[in-house]
């Protein structure tokens, strides 16, 4: 049984290298594969030169595996939609949005995001409809919620990044922040304002995809690239990061988030 299992897996690796000299025959040595990655703590953080981050990582671990040359930049959402769009950026991670939908491959899923509307506390909202009249920072060419997005009576302030908004809340200049739990509360983190918050109101799920250009070269090899980062993510990687970058203090229990309804 144990000599079965080892074949196995020596089975496995050699598809997997396989895949990769695959890939460098096709996509060509000299080439450079362009990596972006959302300028969203704890997924793509840059400060001075240095570059971090749970899907920046991700995304290196599936190149060196590839066995591609890369340049990997940490850039705001807009710029990667656009060079998604126009083939300057050949591979990133995030959500998928309407207007790419003719431009990029979605090569593999990650597991979903939940995204909230959170306010301070003693500002509690229980349903869409509270938020009507109310200012939000929402994160300059993010798509969070199609139903908070459509409704014309929720006025959104754009914001460059998390860390942004959330000290216009503590200002008072927006009555609420919206996006992904994690990031929101990476962001209160590294200001030291964790424990403002009141309970968050859920208003959607949504999956990062690991996904290419339709402009790539990596376009070809999309089964290959598919295959390593599978067994990147099998192999628990994935998981690795995220307790390699968890969030210090407070954390908010899933019980304590109402649903929009």
């Known amino acids: 049984m144990m000599k079965l299992g080892l074949a196995y897996k020596v089975c496995i690796g050699l598809n997997i290298l ?35 981050g749970i899907y920046y990582d991700l995304a290196n671990i599936l190149i060196t595996e590839s066995k591609f040359n890369s340049q990997h930049l940490i850039y705001p959402y807009a710029r990667i939609i656009s060079e998604l769009k126009n083939g300057k950026t050949d591979l990133t991670i995030m959500f998928k949005y309407k207007e790419l939908k003719d431009h990029v491959i979605y090569i593999t899923p990650l597991p979903s995001l939940h995204n909230i509307v959170i306010g301070l506390k003693g500002n509690r909202f229980d349903s869409i409809s509270d938020l009507e009249g109310k200012t939000i920072a929402y994160l300059r060419g993010a798509r969070f919620s199609e139903d908070v997005d459509t409704n014309s009576k929720i006025k959104k ?23 992904p739990m994690e990031p929101i509360l990476s962001a209160a983190d590294s200001i030291g304002m964790v424990n403002i918050f009141n309970e968050p109101l859920y208003v959607s799920k949504r999956t990062p995809w690991l996904q290419i250009s339709k402009k790539s070269k990596l376009r070809l090899n999309a089964d ?28 908010i229990s899933p019980n304590t988030i109402h649903t929009a309804e």
């Open 224 to 251: 290959e690239i598919r295959e390593i980062f599978e067994n990147i993510l099998k192999r628990g990687d994935l998981t690795k990061l995220k307790n390699k970058y968890r969030i210090g203090g407070a954390v």
């Open 18 to 52: 396989f895949s990769c000299e695959k890939l460098i025959a096709q996509v060509g040595a000299e080439h450079t594969v362009q990596i972006r990655t959302i300028a969203v703590a704890p997924y793509g953080v840059e400060n001075n030169t240095k570059r971090s």
């Open 157 to 179: 302030h754009r914001t460059n990044d998390f860390r942004q908004g959330i000290k216009m809340l503590v200002r008072g200049r927006v009555d609420a922040i919206i996006g």
